[in-house]
Antibody, heavy 121, light 112 residues
Framework: EVQLVQSGAEVKKPGESLKISCKGSGYSFTNYWIAWVRQMPGKGLEWMGLIYPGDSNTRYSPSFQAQVTISVDRSISTAYLQWSSLKASDTAMYYC??????????????WGQGTLVTVSS | EIVMTQSPLSLPVTPGEPASISCRSSQSLLHSDGYNYLDWYLQKPGQSPQLLIYLASDRASGVPDRFSGSGSGTDFTLTISRVEAEDVGVYYCLQATQSPYTFGQGTKLEIK
């Protein structure tokens, strides 16, 4: 079974760093893009960017380019989303997602369960 | 960046009746390869989003055939032929023709 399992909820203070994870299983991890999507409380979905684990090719939305870093560790089939200095406005649910087809950048048919990040002083 | 505009934002529907959601893009989504890279997702309450339609009109595996997608260029529609209670949630379109990919604002479907 194809699965994406995300790390657990986090509570952080402004200015702290954070790295959340998304572990893929049941498929060839290096052959499918992994996307990250933000959902702020009570709001819609926002596409943040994606990474191709095979060569770490990464694309960011300009809205998130300077705010986060997307990375991958192929040896443990895990993608990451990290912040160097969190802000209260980073409070949100973050989802990772995998496309239906190899090489495709969208049609995300597999989603992680979401990681809730709360940033509060 | 391509802006995706959905309408309506709220959609009350009586069970058994049809429903349609519109998604319009600020630029054409018709790629040079002939495909419109337009997906539809449903996010049920408390759940992760799920893929309904991709390439504007291809139904994802396991999606009931009462869901259909149509459109090309800048105008797209998701149609539910007969709404059921389990269809409640927020529907989003996503364009993937041009990076950065962008979602519509979402349409909340509720049962009357």
């Amino acid at each position: 079974e194809v699965q994406l399992v995300q790390s657990g909820a986090e509570v952080k203070k402004p200015g702290e760093s954070l790295k959340i994870s998304c572990k893929g299983s049941g498929y060839s991890f290096t052959n499918y893009w992994i996307a990250w999507v933000r959902q702020m409380p009570g709001k819609g979905l926002e596409w943040m960017g994606l990474i191709y684990p095979g060569d770490s090719n990464t694309r960011y939305s300009p809205s998130f380019q300077a705010q986060v870093t997307i990375s991958v560790d192929r040896s443990i089939s895990t993608a990451y989303l990290q912040w160097s200095s969190l802000k209260a406005s980073d409070t949100a649910m973050y989802y990772c997602a995998r496309p239906l087809l190899q090489g495709a950048g969208s049609y995300y048919n597999t989603w992680g369960q979401g990681t809730l990040v709360t940033v509060s002083s | 960046e391509i802006v995706m505009t959905q309408s309506p934002l709220s959609l009350p529907v009586t069970p058994g009746e049809p429903a349609s959601i519109s998604c319009r893009s600020s630029q054409s989504l018709l790629h040079s390869d002939g495909y419109n890279y337009l997906d539809w997702y449903l996010q049920k309450p408390g759940q992760s989003p799920q893929l309904l339609i991709y390439l504007a009109s291809d139904r994802a595996s396991g999606v009931p055939d009462r869901f259909s997608g149509s459109g090309s260029g800048t105008d797209f529609t998701l149609t539910i032929s007969r709404v059921e209670a389990e269809d409640v949630g927020v529907y989003y379109c996503l364009q993937a023709t041009q990076s950065p990919y962008t979602f519509g604002q979402g349409t909340k479907l509720e049962i009357k």
